[in-house]
Every structure is written in C-alpha cells, then in structure tokens.
C-alpha cells in the first residue's frame, strides 16, 4: 500500500505512508484536514486554525 504521493502527508508532525494513514480512515473518532500552500502561504489561516481548534473540541 505504499505509493509515491504529489502531496505532503504528515501525522502528528511526522511524514506519513498510506500504511500510517489507511486505519484513520476507519476509526469513526477523528476529522480531517488540508491546507493548500501558495507562495510559502496559507490564505485564511487563522480562520482554518480556529475550526480545527472547535473541530478538535468536539471530538
């Protein structure tokens, strides 16, 4: 199950393989997010930070 990838997956902090990331899809207690980087930004960042931080709340 481990294929190249064009994008940059991590977990808590760490660069994941699809092996890493194949059993979150199926746990039913986490949420999801990505971020697209422009120019070495994120537009809207502190915006996407404070849902996470409710999203992260909630769970």
Do not use: W
Not at 22 to 51: K, Y
């Amino acid at each position: 199950m481990n294929q190249d990838s064009p994008y940059i997956t991590q977990v808590n902090g760490r660069t994941a393989t699809t092996d890493d990331l194949a059993p979150l899809a199926f746990a039913g207690h986490a949420h999801f997010t990505a971020l697209q980087v422009t120019g070495g930004r994120v537009r809207g960042l502190d915006l996407h930070l404070e849902r996470l931080r409710s999203a992260s709340e909630e769970l």
